[in-house]
DNA sequence: CCCCCCCC
């Protein structure tokens, strides 16, 4: 037995070579008759191409004969280490399966229709699978229908402008929404068949209101005679096919009945994030990622154009990174609003998305586009294991080391790192550690620039008006130290107040208006010294160059004899070694 | 035949 794989097309249909005959699986000896057709057509012919393996027919005397279309099982896997296939996987046999269909067709003893191979030049190499053969279970249930009036399914990867007939068997993975433009109108779709290649298949015009009802994203088309055209702009187009289709009048799109999953739902070339800065900008990636944040919807006015909805959200996958992704339109309106209610019932949705658009204003992030794809909790092996990658991340009380923080890879230009650290307060930076600060609004927000008094009244240099109230703000940096090293830190309002366990206007008082200074040495002495666990934002600015801000957001006082942290270390250790009760306890 | 993909 000789097997031939992966062979080229070079023809897509050519004249049968002698007198092949039926081969038997099941049977000790080959069958010998040949079928007839009854028009002087000896031989048997199977379908091309279900999952590329493709028309063989097997003839004890001659071996196996028959074109392979390019069996390209290679592309299910290519793209790796994460690449994945959204949905159901073919997991039979080929080859077996075809084999068994031969056997079962002999069988029968049923004579094989080929309508479709007469209307050529000599006679067809090929078998369009009978009708009736289809509807039997289980044999049939292998490939669903492959073929229409112009024959079998080819593979969408060997679709080209040569081509005489063809018709490819595409399950649509996406389509853009209908855009205007002068006097024409537009809407795309993808296409992606069962080895894995896709093709993109535009329509114009009229083409648009006869197709963008029918064209439903997840169910699978028969098309056919739709004229391929060479992708002249990359850039416009991200598949990997070298063409695309333009649908016209005389196009034949044949919805699939009897889906059985031979083609994935989706097809995702996953990126990192952490490779992010390596990507071009507007290339076109997809990523899988745990949403951690979620903005409100924004409009914004466009420069040209109607105004546009927006919103942020933030994705963080297993390389540990983060990048924002900005929603447009209807993934805004729709998606987002969905993941935004998820994210604020405390939920952090799996997102898949496919076709962002790289851009590195302002450190890197990704934009959707028209024909970007966003599946929300995906039924994929990767997502289950990103969700318990992510719970367990969140559940690990993972401290950083001020070395660590202290790292020039930590805190990014686009998005602060988080970090948890466990330090003492070395010192608080001498001079106002609390100022009087403008509570007028500036541009929407509260101006809180330091203000100086005037008379009754606070005088701010940046509104340019007085204001008869103030608000007391901490301003606070401070060193913090570990075993590991020390660093500067600004604190925030809340960890401020936290730390200093009372409200600025209150330690404005002690420590500069009244100059309480027992009261004041008292509130240090318990500070200095003493062991906090830190919450800390870690990010870069662009001001004169690169600057790290380090801000401690959140601070709670180490008080070990009831800390949360030690209690739950005796926990843990009182578990993990239930049979001895001598061990460490690390902190 | 579109091919814009938005805002800072
Ligand atoms: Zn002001």
């Given at each position: 037995?000789?097997?031939?794989l992966?062979?080229?097309?070079?023809?897509?249909?050519?004249?049968?070579?002698?007198?092949?005959?039926?081969?038997?699986?099941?049977?000790?000896?080959?069958?010998?008759?040949?079928?007839s057709?009854?028009?002087?057509?000896?031989?048997?012919?199977?379908?091309?191409?279900?999952?590329?393996?493709?028309?063989?027919a097997?003839?004890?005397?001659?071996?196996?004969?028959?074109?392979?279309?390019?069996?390209r099982?290679?592309h299910?896997?290519?793209?790796?280490?994460?690449?994945?296939?959204?949905?159901?996987?073919?997991?039979?046999?080929?080859?077996?399966?075809?084999?068994?269909?031969?056997?079962?067709?002999?069988?029968?003893?049923?004579?094989?229709?080929?309508?479709?191979?007469?209307?050529?030049?000599?006679?067809?190499?090929?078998?369009?699978?009978h009708?009736?053969?289809?509807?039997?279970?289980?044999?049939?249930?292998?490939?669903?229908?492959?073929?229409?009036?112009?024959?079998?399914?080819?593979?969408i990867?060997?679709?080209?402008?040569?081509?005489?007939?063809?018709?490819?068997?595409?399950?649509?993975?996406?389509?853009?929404?209908?855009?205007?433009?002068?006097e024409?109108?537009?809407?795309?779709?993808?296409?992606?068949?069962?080895?894995g290649?896709?093709i993109?298949?535009?329509?114009?015009?009229?083409?648009?209101d006869?197709?963008?009802?029918?064209?439903?994203?997840?169910?699978?088309?028969?098309?056919?005679?739709?004229?391929?055209?060479?992708?002249?702009?990359?850039?416009?187009?991200?598949?990997?096919?070298?063409?695309?289709?333009?649908?016209?009048?005389?196009t034949?799109?044949?919805?699939?009945?009897g889906?059985?999953?031979?083609?994935?739902?989706?097809?995702?070339?996953?990126?990192?994030?952490?490779?992010?800065?390596?990507?071009?900008?507007s290339?076109?990636?997809?990523?899988?990622g745990?949403?951690?944040?979620?903005?409100?919807?924004?409009?914004?006015?466009?420069?040209?154009?109607?105004?546009?909805h927006?919103?942020?959200?933030?994705?963080k996958?297993?390389?540990?990174?983060?990048v924002?992704?900005?929603?447009?339109?209807?993934?805004?309106?729709?998606?987002?609003?969905?993941?935004?209610?998820?994210?604020?019932?405390?939920?952090?949705?799996?997102l898949?998305?496919?076709?962002?658009?790289?851009?590195?204003?302002?450190?890197?992030?990704?934009?959707?586009?028209?024909?970007?794809?966003l599946?929300?909790?995906?039924?994929?092996?990767?997502?289950?294991?990103?969700?318990?990658?992510?719970?367990?991340?969140?559940?690990?009380?993972?401290?950083?080391?001020?070395?660590?923080?202290?790292?020039?890879?930590?805190?990014?230009?686009?998005?602060?790192?988080?970090?948890?650290?466990?330090?003492?307060?070395?010192?608080v930076?001498?001079?106002?550690?609390?100022?009087?600060?403008?509570?007028?609004?500036?541009?929407?927000?509260?101006?809180?620039?330091?203000?100086?008094?005037?008379?009754?009244?606070?005088?701010?240099?940046?509104?340019?008006r007085?204001?008869?109230?103030?608000?007391?703000?901490?301003?606070?940096?401070?060193q913090i130290?570990?075993?590991?090293?020390?660093?500067?830190?600004?604190?925030?309002?809340?960890?401020?107040?936290?730390?200093?366990?009372?409200?600025?206007?209150?330690?404005?008082?002690?420590?500069?208006?009244?100059?309480?200074?027992?009261?004041?040495?008292k509130?240090?002495?318990?500070?200095?010294?003493?062991?906090?666990?830190?919450?800390?934002?870690?990010?870069?600015?662009?001001?004169?160059?690169?600057?790290?801000?380090?801000?401690?957001?959140?601070?709670?006082?180490?008080?070990?004899?009831?800390?949360?942290?030690?209690?739950?270390?005796?926990?843990?250790?009182?578990?993990?070694?239930s049979?001895?009760?001598v061990?460490?306890?690390?902190?």
């Amino acid at each position: 037995v000789i097997i031939v794989l992966q062979l080229e097309i070079l023809r897509t249909e050519c004249t049968l070579i002698g007198s092949p005959t039926i081969y038997e699986v099941n049977a000790p000896q080959p069958k010998t008759g040949s079928y007839s057709d009854g028009l002087g057509i000896h031989g048997s012919m199977i379908s091309r191409a279900e999952q590329g393996v493709t028309n063989i027919a097997y003839s004890p005397r001659q071996g196996l004969l028959g074109s392979s279309t390019a069996a390209r099982a290679e592309h299910a896997v290519k793209n790796l280490p994460f690449s994945g296939f959204y949905g159901p996987m073919q997991s039979q046999n080929a080859i077996y399966a075809k084999m068994q269909q031969l056997s079962l067709n002999s069988h029968k003893g049923q004579r094989l229709a080929v309508p479709w191979a007469f209307g050529f030049p000599g006679n067809t190499y090929g078998y369009r699978v009978h009708p009736l053969y289809q509807q039997t279970p289980p044999m049939y249930m292998n490939g669903g229908p492959v073929t229409n009036n112009e024959g079998p399914a080819i593979p969408i990867a060997n679709l080209n402008p040569y081509l005489a007939r063809w018709t490819i068997k595409g399950r649509v993975t996406g389509k853009t929404e209908v855009r205007h433009f002068g006097e024409g109108k537009v809407f795309s779709f993808d296409l992606l068949d069962a080895q894995g290649d896709e093709i993109r298949a535009t329509c114009f015009n009229s083409l648009v209101d006869q197709y963008y009802d029918k064209i439903v994203v997840g169910n699978v088309y028969l098309i056919s005679r739709a004229s391929v055209k060479p992708v002249l702009r990359k850039k416009a187009n991200p598949l990997n096919h070298e063409h695309e289709l333009i649908l016209d009048a005389s196009t034949s799109v044949e919805s699939c009945s009897g889906d059985d999953g031979s083609i994935p739902l989706q097809r995702y070339n996953f990126r990192q994030i952490s490779e992010i800065e390596n990507l071009d900008c507007s290339s076109t990636v997809d990523f899988l990622g745990v949403v951690t944040s979620v903005s409100p919807s924004v409009t914004i006015a466009r420069k040209n154009g109607p105004e546009a909805h927006k919103r942020t959200i933030q994705l963080k996958d297993m390389s540990g990174r983060s990048v924002p992704i900005t929603l447009w339109g209807n993934f805004c309106d729709v998606e987002g609003q969905l993941l935004h209610s998820q994210w604020e019932s405390g939920l952090n949705p799996i997102l898949a998305v496919k076709g962002g658009r790289i851009s590195h204003f302002n450190g890197p992030s990704v934009g959707t586009t028209s024909s970007s794809q966003l599946k929300i909790n995906p039924d994929l092996p990767a997502a289950e294991k990103l969700r318990r990658w992510y719970a367990a991340e969140q559940e690990d009380d993972v401290y950083q080391t001020i070395v660590q923080i202290n790292d020039e890879d930590f805190g990014t230009l686009s998005q602060p790192d988080l970090a948890t650290v466990v330090a003492t307060i070395s010192f608080v930076c001498s001079g106002a550690c609390c100022y009087p600060a403008c509570d007028l609004m500036f541009n929407g927000e509260q101006c809180k620039k330091r203000v100086t008094a005037d008379g009754d009244w606070w005088w701010c240099n940046r509104c340019l008006r007085r204001s008869k109230t103030c608000e007391y703000r901490y301003h606070i940096v401070c060193q913090i130290h570990d075993h590991t090293g020390s660093t500067y830190a600004t604190v925030s309002q809340k960890a401020a107040r936290d730390i200093i366990g009372r409200k600025a206007q209150e330690f404005y008082t002690i420590k500069d208006a009244v100059q309480n200074g027992q009261e004041f040495e008292k509130i240090m002495q318990g500070i200095l010294g003493c062991e906090y666990l830190l919450k800390m934002s870690i990010k870069k600015v662009a001001e004169n160059g690169i600057v790290v801000k380090r801000v401690i957001v959140e601070a709670e006082r180490l008080d070990l004899s009831n800390s949360r942290r030690v209690l739950g270390a005796i926990d843990k250790l009182s578990k993990d070694n239930s049979s001895s009760s001598v061990g460490d306890i690390e902190i």
